[in-house]
């Protein structure tokens, strides 16, 4: 049988045979070929991004059967996704090679977890979202424990990866019930009974957490959120920098879909869910995050905290809401990728630190990585003129017209505690004198990634539409098409 | 002339001067400190220049926005394109003014700081920048981007180059007028949404004020964002009892931070009262007259009182800004105070007071800023701020005992100083509203007398008898340039006021009767008058 409108899933394919080549190029060329695959890996996953481009159809198009959906949506996170998952290869090379792991298996490892955070978003059926999900789980269980002789590593992959499980086996027992009461797991044909259905049935509610609580798990929103400090913390730091960028963004624009689309008839009923959820991740990622001192640890509060200003785009249910969502994950993938550049050139006699103290002094030392890393934090902080300014405006403002005006309330009070913590970085690299000073230069490859993403953040309020409008043109052909 | 985008020119002016410091200044230590001051001097003297230029043509004697510059700048979701919009009438022309006089000052004050001088001017710019663009801003969002942008500089310039307790300053600073801006940009969403019962919604400050005037928001929302931004602009002001934040910022500041600190970011709270509070929301205005004037009062009389304990010269300073920002509240809320009493006369009272309170601001803007660079300069010498290791300078220090009399009789409020007309047309206008709020404040007024004129009695007075003060030199050439523009003008707005006056004159006008518009709506004094 030959499957009709395969084009659409043409950068998929690409990505797909891109990942079989590079791994036998790994393993014919042998343990020295690290070096190599990267730089072929993330000039694969940049030329996927101009494929998804390219081929990107005007209106939605599905493929294999109604279980693949290839629309405007998908193209503004697949290439949000692969241009992340290019620039954690480039945060790894240098990190890589330092370290002594420099295992061609690594970039091969990402490529297919970018695979998998594709068919995730292009999923328009239950079971091909949950074949996706686990390609890209399996990957990063790996990617975590990268570092085999380290305990911390280990550690943190196999907590990543049975806690990971669980959540995968409660989404799937939750899609097993959502075909119990409804007869499909299509997306469309769930749409179509749940839209002015009088009353879901229970059953099919209980399904709806379920597959909630395991997307919740992968986003890292509160209370499951248990795994991520210490992923963060063990996982080597460029694994820890992946981590924070592709598979968000995958997972939220996962959840996005999954919510507006097929159960986009249940809004009253998820909406709560996801108040709760966002309220607690605000808050408990603020108030954790004063406590800590390991900064990988504080990125991990940090990006719970981020995650629960997304979900209050969310919870508002309407067009304006997941474009806010989609507007916000853009920009903190840039905030925190930047950020994490600079973490990654935080060296001393050539040895990793990654205290908070460490930066003790860094405005003297370094002081183009020291305005960068203040460019991040103010803009994490929500401060205008910078663009994490505009990534609350946007979810606030869905929020506000929804209604949750207390949501939005909460979140800006605890923007300010959350301030507290960046400042307080700014405060060790300007207000400090330096002690025991970071080595001098970063990387090249570190230097302007630092550079291109404090750029971007510091200059957003220039060109806003760009990004605004891209998010628009994406939720509408996720709502309207 | 006309063509020409002045507003936005004299707005980016210093961050162009800031971005060619950063880029541009190179070469040994020396060569960069230098260059770097003498560029951010042109710069902000360029500004100041072209602030002027704005003044002489700004028309008076009416009530529009001037200067207008509208540029389509972002959309929120759901296709509403808000603007980059720009505009002075007469009450924010003042305050840019204001702004572009004092950053060159504040610069040539910070000539002998020693350490990242670069880095110092480029922030003092940058700071310029947010400042003039605050009091510009004709569009909520833009508002809130500059109002807010202070934060960065500011929290930058205290905690860098501040005192010994700097950081814990610099934090108090920040968090406490970040929380109370969080709630003005709820409130700021609420206003585009709840203006869209009028078709569109808009974050336009014109379009808000003409919405205000003919259709209003409802009284019960009203309360709500009235209270979003007065918890904004209590904090900026600051009103009691939300204005600890201030003595220690003041205290840990450098010179130049104290002087921008109290000679532009507190006014920005009364501008935000005059601008959004009073025209926007005026039932919530005389809800909450009573609440301002308890508050206010309490400022004026317990921040006097904690004046005269202080031991600090910069604290003592701090304190008196926090008294004559209780003036300022007292006046702008006197039109509304008349509402809640229930009479209304068929004049609406309150004009005298507002106008006082806009001179009041002003005035306080170069006063206050020149006491903190009075300060700055024993400070230099001594390095100290405590008043008790001072005493008899008037005996090595003839000019800067007079040019430091000045000022105290200016804070004081001596007639033929400009702290007199403020506070006159203050109590003038307050007193034919509420006689009791009068008399308090006057009592204000005589302990303000009572701790400046101490103050000054021990540091300039008495005889010369500690050993340290024996080597202390006079004001030199460059203090004396600083000191001279702020003495002719607290001697110009005391004995002719009329320029000033005359500027903000139709625009105080004007906000008061689009204030008795809307507040007549629902106000029931209104329809009993009639």
């Given at each position: 049988m030959i499957l009709p409108n395969l084009e659409y899933a043409a950068a998929e394919m690409f990505v797909a045979v891109a990942a079989m080549v590079l791994l036998m190029i790994g393993v014919f060329r042998g343990e020295g070929s690290f070096r190599l695959v990267s730089v072929l890996s993330i000039l694969a996953l940049v030329a996927a991004a101009a494929v998804t481009v390219w081929m990107s159809p005007v209106e939605s198009r599905s493929a294999f059967a109604g279980m693949f959906v290839s629309n405007g949506y998908t193209t503004f996170l697949k290439v949000g996704i692969l241009l992340a998952s290019a620039v954690g290869i480039v945060l790894s090379v240098g990190y890589n090679a330092r370290e002594a792991i420099?295992?061609?298996?690594y970039p091969v490892l990402i490529v297919l977890a970018a695979l998998g955070m594709m068919v995730m978003v292009s999923a328009s059926d239950l079971l091909s979202l949950y074949i996706g999900l686990e390609l890209q789980s399996l990957s990063l269980y790996v990617v975590a424990a990268?570092?085999?002789?380290s305990v911390k590593s280990s550690e943190a992959g196999l907590k990543y990866f049975v806690l990971g499980a669980l959540a995968s086996g409660m989404l799937l027992f939750g899609a097993s019930l959502v075909y119990g009461f409804s007869?499909?797991?299509?997306f469309a044909g769930l749409a179509a009974q749940l839209t002015g259905a009088s009353a879901p049935s229970v059953g099919l509610i209980v399904g709806l957490v379920l597959v909630m609580v395991g997307l919740a798990f992968k986003v890292s929103a509160v209370p499951f959120h248990m795994w991520t400090p210490d992923v963060y913390e063990g996982a080597p730091t460029p694994v820890t920098a992946f981590f924070a960028a592709a598979p968000k963004l995958a997972a939220m624009g996962l959840l996005v879909s999954v919510l507006a689309g097929p159960f986009g008839g249940l809004v009253k009923q998820w909406s709560q869910i996801v108040i709760v959820l966002a309220i607690a991740s605000m808050v408990l990622g603020t108030f954790a995050a004063i406590?800590?001192?390991?900064i990988k640890r504080l990125m991990a509060y940090s990006s719970i905290g981020h995650i629960g200003y997304a979900l209050v785009g969310l919870a508002s249910g309407t067009g304006e809401g997941y474009s806010a969502v989609l507007v916000y994950m853009a920009i903190y993938i840039v905030m925190t990728l930047g950020a994490f550049a600079v973490i990654l050139a935080m060296q001393r006699s050539g040895r990793m630190v990654e205290e908070?103290?460490?930066?003790?002094g860094l405005s003297r030392t370094n002081p183009l990585m020291a305005a960068m890393m203040l460019i991040f934090m103010f803009s994490m902080a929500g401060?205008?003129?910078?663009?994490g300014f505009y990534a609350k405006l946007y979810v606030f403002l869905a929020a506000v017209e929804a209604g949750l005006y207390f949501l939005a309330v909460i979140g800006l009070v605890t923007s300010v505690v959350g301030a507290y913590y960046y400042i307080r970085i700014v405060k060790v690299m300007y207000f400090d004198e330096p002690?025991?000073?970071?080595?001098p230069r970063p990387g090249r490859d570190l230097g302007a990634i630092q550079f291109v993403a404090g750029m971007a953040t510091l200059l957003f309020f220039l060109f806003p539409s760009l990004l605004v409008g891209a998010a628009d043109t994406a939720v509408f052909s996720l709502t309207g098409g | 002339m006309e063509t020409w985008p002045l507003l936005s020119i004299v707005t980016f002016a210093p961050l162009v001067g800031a971005l060619l410091i950063l880029v541009?200044?190179?070469?040994?230590r020396e060569a960069t400190d230098r260059n770097a001051r003498w560029l951010a001097l042109w710069a902000s003297l360029a500004t100041f220049l072209i602030s002027l230029l704005i003044w002489i043509n700004f028309e008076t004697g009416t009530a529009d926005f001037q200067f207008v510059e509208k540029v389509a700048w972002f959309s929120f979701p759901g296709g509403y394109t808000l603007s980059y919009h720009m505009g002075v009438d007469g009450i924010s022309m003042m305050f840019v003014l204001l702004s572009t006089l004092l950053t060159p000052l504040c610069i040539l004050c910070s000539w002998?700081?020693?350490?990242?001088v670069r880095e110092f001017m480029a922030a003092f710019l940058v700071l310029e920048t947010f400042m003039v663009g605050t009091f510009c801003a004709l569009d909520l969002v833009t508002f809130y981007v500059f109002f807010e942008g202070v934060l960065l500089p500011m929290f930058l310039i205290i905690g860098v180059?501040?005192?010994?307790?700097r950081v814990y300053s610099a934090f108090k600073f920040f968090l406490y007028t970040l929380l109370g801006s969080v709630l003005m940009l709820v409130a700021v969403m609420a206003m585009y949404f709840l203006s869209k019962s009028a078709g569109q919604g808009t974050t336009d400050i014109v379009e808000l004020l003409r919405f205000a005037r003919e259709t209003g928001f409802s009284p019960e929302a009203q309360k709500w964002l009235w209270l979003a931004f007065f918890a904004s602009f209590a904090v900026k002001l600051p009103m009691w009892p939300v204005h600890t934040w201030l003595p220690d910022a003041h205290v840990e500041a450098p010179t130049a931070g104290s002087v921008i600190l109290a000679g532009v970011l507190l006014k920005m709270g009364g501008y935000g009262f005059l601008r959004f509070?009073?025209?926007?929301f005026p039932d919530a205005s005389v809800y909450f007259a009573p609440l301002v004037y308890t508050l206010s009062i309490v400022a004026i009389i317990y921040t006097s009182l904690v004046a005269l304990a202080q031991e600090d010269m910069k604290k003592l300073i701090a304190y008196s800004s926090v008294a004559h920002m209780g003036f300022v509240t007292l006046g702008i809320f006197a039109a509304t105070v008349q509402f809640s009493a229930g009479s209304l006369p068929d004049n609406l009272l309150g004009e005298q007071a507002v106008t006082g309170a806009m001179f009041q601001m002003l005035s306080h803007g170069i006063v206050s800023a020149a006491l903190f660079l009075c300060v700055g300069v024993v400070y230099d010498r001594l390095h100290t701020r405590r008043?008790?290791?001072?005493?008899?300078l008037v005996h090595r220090m003839p000019r800067y005992a007079a040019v430091f009399m000045v000022f105290t009789l200016a804070s004081v409020g001596l007639?033929?100083?400009?702290g007199f007309i403020g506070e006159f047309l203050v109590l003038f206008g307050v007193f034919q509203v509420n006689v009791w709020a009068a008399a308090l404040a006057a009592t204000g007024v005589i302990l303000g007398a009572a701790y400046m004129l101490w103050l000054y009695r021990r540091i300039?007075?008495?005889?010369?008898?500690?050993?340290?003060?024996?080597?202390m030199k006079d004001l030199h050439p460059r203090e004396v340039a600083i000191f001279a523009p702020l003495v002719i003008l607290v001697l110009w707005m005391g004995i002719w006021p009329e320029p000033f006056l005359d500027v903000f004159d139709a625009s105080v006008k004007n906000l008061l009767t689009s204030f008795k518009a809307g507040a007549c709506r629902v106000n029931e004094a209104c329809f009993a008058a009639r």
């Open positions: 420099e295992r061609f298996e990268i570092r085999r002789d007869g499909t797991t299509a406590a800590q001192t390991n908070i103290d460490d930066l003790t401060i205008p003129p910078l663009a002690e025991d000073a970071l080595d | 541009m200044v190179r070469g040994d002998e700081i020693k350490s990242r180059w501040g005192g010994d307790r509070s009073l025209p926007m008043i008790d290791r001072y005493g008899g007639p033929g100083t400009s300039i007075f008495g005889e010369l008898v500690k050993p340290d003060l024996m080597r």
